[in-house]
């Protein structure tokens, strides 16, 4: 099983991950996370990618793409589900062009909708219980602005494809769970 998940910053994404990692086994890869473990470690790519995350900016395509290249390419036959990419045209034709190659295609793109108060409040939330500082009221307002630019029309290039999979991602944890299940096992 070959996935995206997909939504707004504060949709979800990671929860829903932890779901589907459990049930079916299949590996979670986000580029967050492994931008946040760079820039943790100090690496050179942490120290390029930090200077466009403080601003809520994205990181540039080739930086990206190359980790999801080489993670992709540790995987073998195994499944995945990519959480917070691609969140460009460029990037999801990359994906395309290394999927292609390894004779893959994504399955399914889970995108998960959640109205913009919420996701500002859940933002607003997640940073008082982490103390993640990342998080301040301009940075939450600049990436909704760059995932409403940059990212939203996806939705049209997925739809596209036939692939595209929207669930309501408001409400209880576990009833969009069974939301995302629902699809799921429908593939
Ligand atoms: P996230 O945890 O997915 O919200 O990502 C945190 C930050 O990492 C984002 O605000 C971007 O600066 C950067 N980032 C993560 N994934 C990507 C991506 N696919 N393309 C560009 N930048 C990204």
């Known amino acids: 099983m070959r996935l995206i998940l997909f939504g707004p910053p504060g949709a979800g994404k990671g929860t829903q991950a932890d779901f589907i990692r459990e049930k079916y086994g299949v590996e979670h890869i986000s580029t967050g996370d492994v931008l946040r473990e760079a820039v943790k470690n100090g690496t050179e790519v942490g120290l390029y990618a930090k200077s466009f995350m403080d601003k809520g900016e994205l990181v ?6 190359e980790i999801i290249r080489q993670k992709i390419s540790t995987l073998g036959e195994a499944g995945f589900m990519l959480d917070g990419f691609p969140r460009t045209l460029e990037q999801a034709k990359c994906l395309e062009d290394i999927l292609t190659g390894a004779g893959a295609a994504i399955d399914a793109v889970i995108f998960l909708e959640v109205p913009d108060q919420e996701v500002i409040q859940r933002i607003i939330r997640r940073q008082k219980i982490e103390g993640r500082q990342d998080d301040t009221e301009d940075l939450i307002k600049n990436r909704l602005r760059v995932y409403k630019d ?7 290039f997925y739809e596209g494809t036939g692939v595209l999979h929207a669930v309501e991602g408001v409400g209880e944890i576990s009833d969009i769970a069974v939301r995302v299940e629902g699809v799921l096992k429908n593939l």
């Not at 540039?60 to 793409?65: G, K, L, N, R, S």
């Not at 940059?150 to 049209?156: A, E, G, I, N, V």
């Open 60 to 65: 540039p395509d080739e930086v990206v793409t």
């Open 150 to 156: 940059q990212t939203s029309p996806l939705k049209d």
